[in-house]
């Protein structure tokens, strides 16, 4: 019997695996195939990440090495080496794949048809590791107390404005209750996250600001994470080389080289002067504007290795803090604290962790192709009625008629 030998990638992102079908297949499979010839089999597994899915490899470590019937060869066996990968991006099929999928312990309730190898050994090591989320049912339920947590850009406000007079309305109300604990986790500088939320930001008892780099709440310090010095300082020379549009963000004040950035139109906005350069100690977040974010994105991995987070936005601006700041980072603490119910609400790559670590969530839009396939996660449109609806939904609330007009 022919033995088929293929390189699979284990990404993982807050407890969910990512799974891929090809047109033609009823059944989700890993990322990844066979090598070219000449190709070790970590290169193979870059090259197909790659092309199914627009990732780029980061990092990997061998999980593994199973082997049985190949799937789509009856007459075959296939040899699996399995890798727990790392990846930069957003997980979007390509080629020829048709669907991406982020999955859970609870797959086959979800209706997913899973490959042989991953569905009899991968996932229940995953599982005995604590690397994959169990998967169970959402409950929504009246707990003594409710975290929720909502993004701002594409989740709660759209096209640059405030949230809208619907989800103006739940917001204002949550924010009256004393069982409801509302945190806004944004991407944005605190000035800029309370500029859009304009007259509710009084309402926010926690703000987790520039990806979770800066937090802040009532009655507590604010807590900054700064950027190491030496990845920072590598990145900045690249960019200037190639005069890439950056600033740099430091919670309470930016510093912008090479112009744009229309939506930073602060008066007190500082331009980079090559002749004195800014403090990079107390950086908290590097932006960077590139009409070719794939590029870049690897090239400033390279220079600043595994010390860094980039998350990619749409348009092509890609954010990077500090390894380990992300917005599910303070959520952790959050879950830790207390046994509140954790319902979030997010729309783009720097929300995915966030969405796939708390009790419910809802992803707003089109975005994170295949993240409601994980049992706890809800996908709404991307409009001011249907995110409102879903607010009132969380809290067992029923919309009054002003708001379901």
């Given at each position: 019997m022919r033995r088929i030998d293929k390189a699979a990638a284990v990404i993982l992102r807050g407890g969910l695996l990512l799974v891929v079908r090809k047109r033609g297949s009823t059944t989700f499979i890993s990322p990844g195939g066979k090598p070219e010839?000449?190709?070790?089999?970590?290169?193979?597994?870059?090259?197909?990440?790659?092309?199914?899915?627009?990732?780029h490899l980061r990092s990997w470590q061998r999980f593994g090495t199973y082997s049985d019937r190949a799937a789509f060869e009856p007459s075959s066996t296939v040899r699996i080496e399995v890798f727990l990968a790392e990846a930069d991006g957003?997980?979007?099929?390509?080629?020829?794949?048709?669907?991406?999928?982020?999955?859970?312990?609870?797959?086959?309730?979800?209706?997913?048809?899973?490959?042989?190898?991953?569905?009899?050994?991968?996932?229940?090591?995953?599982?005995a590791q604590g690397l994959l989320r169990p998967g169970s049912m959402p409950s929504l339920g009246r707990p003594a107390e409710r975290t929720i947590i909502v993004d701002l850009d594409g989740t709660i406000?759209?096209?640059?404005?405030?949230?809208?007079?619907?989800?103006?309305?739940?917001?204002?109300?949550?924010?009256?209750?004393?069982?409801?604990?509302?945190?806004?986790?944004?991407?944005?500088?605190?000035?800029?996250?309370?500029?859009?939320?304009?007259?509710?930001?009084?309402?926010?008892?926690?703000?987790?600001?520039?990806?979770?780099?800066?937090?802040?709440?009532?009655?507590?310090?604010?807590?900054?994470?700064?950027?190491?010095?030496?990845?920072?300082?590598?990145?900045?020379?690249?960019?200037?080389?190639?005069?890439?549009?950056?600033?740099?963000?430091y919670g309470?004040?930016?510093?912008?080289?090479?112009?744009?950035?229309?939506?930073?139109?602060?008066?007190?906005?500082?331009?980079?002067?090559?002749?004195?350069?800014?403090?990079?100690?107390?950086?908290?977040?590097l932006v960077v504007d590139s009409q070719d974010s794939a590029l870049w994105i690897c090239r400033l991995r390279d220079s600043a290795g595994d010390d860094v987070e980039i998350c990619l936005h749409a348009g092509g601006v890609i954010d990077i803090t500090a390894a380990g700041v992300t917005k599910a980072k303070p959520l952790d603490l959050r879950m830790?604290?207390?046994?509140?119910?954790?319902?979030?609400?997010?729309?783009?790559?720097?929300?995915?962790?966030?969405?796939?670590r708390a009790d419910v969530a809802f992803v707003v839009g089109i975005g994170l192709p295949?993240?409601?396939?994980?049992?706890?996660?809800?996908?709404?449109?991307?409009?001011?009625?249907?995110?409102?609806?879903?607010?009132w939904h969380v809290v067992s609330i029923p919309a009054s008629d002003e708001l379901e007009a």
């Open positions: 010839p000449g190709e070790r089999m970590d290169q193979a597994l870059a090259r197909e990440l790659t092309e199914e899915t627009g990732l957003t997980a979007t099929p390509g080629q020829e794949i048709e669907e991406v999928a982020w999955i859970d312990g609870g797959f086959r309730e979800a209706g997913i048809e899973l490959g042989s190898i991953f569905d009899h050994f991968v996932v229940p090591a995953l599982l406000a759209f096209d640059g404005g405030h949230p809208g007079p619907k989800v103006s309305a739940a917001l204002d109300h949550l924010g009256e209750r004393s069982d409801i604990h509302l945190v806004v986790a944004t991407s944005r500088a605190p000035r800029g996250a309370r500029k859009i939320m304009g007259a509710l930001a009084d309402r926010v008892d926690e703000w987790w600001c520039c990806n979770g780099a800066f937090r802040t709440g009532h009655g507590r310090e604010t807590e900054t994470t700064a950027l190491p010095c030496e990845p920072l300082r590598a990145m900045i020379a690249c960019l200037r080389a190639e005069a890439v549009p950056f600033y740099l963000e309470d004040r930016f510093v912008v080289s090479g112009g744009g950035f229309s939506w930073m139109a602060y008066p007190d906005r500082a331009e980079y002067s090559p002749d004195a350069d800014p403090d990079l100690a107390t950086v908290i977040k830790n604290a207390n046994g509140s119910v954790v319902v979030a609400f997010g729309n783009d790559l720097n929300d995915q962790e966030l969405l796939a295949g993240l409601e396939r994980a049992r706890h996660v809800r996908r709404v449109s991307a409009d001011d009625a249907a995110v409102a609806t879903a607010l």
